[in-house]
């Protein structure tokens, strides 16, 4: 009979002596009832917060006298993943975060619909990050669309983005034959015979490229983020703008950049697209 039991040992030095690690199930409720024939039991929450049981309720092993969360420790909404200790909540379509006790700030990245292309191509959707945004209640969540192509007329500005108070402007659409439009990131420039048509402006991104006034005719590149669109050449179109790098996801990721410039049936070539766009 063994008086103290071990595991991955052959000397247990205590009632209970584990050489390695212990993994702990994660409780969305009380596990047990916490009682007199409990007392000292610990549990794991949601959140990965130790509890334990002083005999009649359930404690924070951080401070011994807060009551514990268990459901109450989730947040809801969007798509969860976990990266670094860190829950991240992707939102690729409109819907609500809902928040609970002891969440307060949360990391915030907002970026709006990508503008829709046309001889210009479209610029990046805008872009708002925060470190630390206060929350006290459920966050409403909208997710702008991309803008419409324009056929035979300039590209429909995206549409805007928002968490709570914080809103991210659609990026401008790309021009035809025009300046191209404005928006979060302003869109390329359009395309005509002797005609130089600047790139939109931007409203917190960075400003379209402009087409090409000479045969064969490359279009601007659409804005981006972190950077302005190319101007287009003779033969080429404008590079995208590039986007701004975030870890929010867990790992380095550029976001909102400009597309590139269109090529033409003139011959001219297609630009590259902004990094972290298109």
């Known amino acids: 009979t063994l008086t103290k039991p071990r595991i991955g040992t052959t000397s247990p030095k205590t009632t209970l002596d584990i050489n390695g690690t212990m993994k702990l199930a994660k409780n969305s409720a009380a596990p047990l009832v916490c009682d007199a024939d ?3 039991t610990i549990a794991l929450t949601m959140l990965r917060k130790m509890c334990v049981c002083d005999g009649a309720n359930w404690r924070s092993m951080m401070d ?3 009551g514990c969360s268990w459901s109450d420790s989730v947040t809801l909404g969007g798509t969860i993943t976990y990266s670094g200790g860190y829950t991240i909540h992707t939102f690729t379509s409109s819907g609500t ?3 609970v006790a002891g969440v307060s700030f949360v990391e915030v990245l907002v970026i709006g619909g990508g503008g829709g292309g046309s001889e210009g191509v479209g610029g990046g959707g805008g872009l708002v990050y925060r470190n630390s945004y206060s929350i006290s209640g459920p966050i409403t969540v909208t997710v702008g669309t991309g803008g419409a192509a324009g056929a035979g007329a ?11 108070d914080i809103i991210a402007i659609g990026g401008g659409g790309g021009g035809w034959m025009s300046v191209g439009g404005s928006g979060g990131s302003g869109g390329g420039g359009g395309v005509n015979d002797g005609y130089t048509y600047a790139g939109g402006l931007a ?3 960075y400003a379209g490229g402009s087409g090409a006034p000479v045969n064969p005719y490359g279009s601007g590149g659409g804005g981006g983020a972190g950077g302005v669109g190319a101007s287009a050449t003779t033969g080429a ?3 995208g703008g590039v986007g701004l790098a975030y870890t929010i996801s867990g790992t380095s990721q550029y976001y909102s950049g400009g597309g590139g410039g269109g090529g033409t ?3 001219a070539s297609a630009g590259a697209g902004g990094t972290g766009g298109g």
């Open 38 to 40: 409990h007392d000292g």
């Open 64 to 66: 011994s006298y807060s």
């Open 97 to 99: 975060l809902t928040t």
């Open 154 to 164: 300039t590209g429909t500005q995206g549409g805007s983005s928002s968490f709570g």
């Open 203 to 205: 409203a917190g991104g």
């Open 237 to 239: 179109g404008g590079a």
């Open 265 to 267: 049936i003139q011959g």
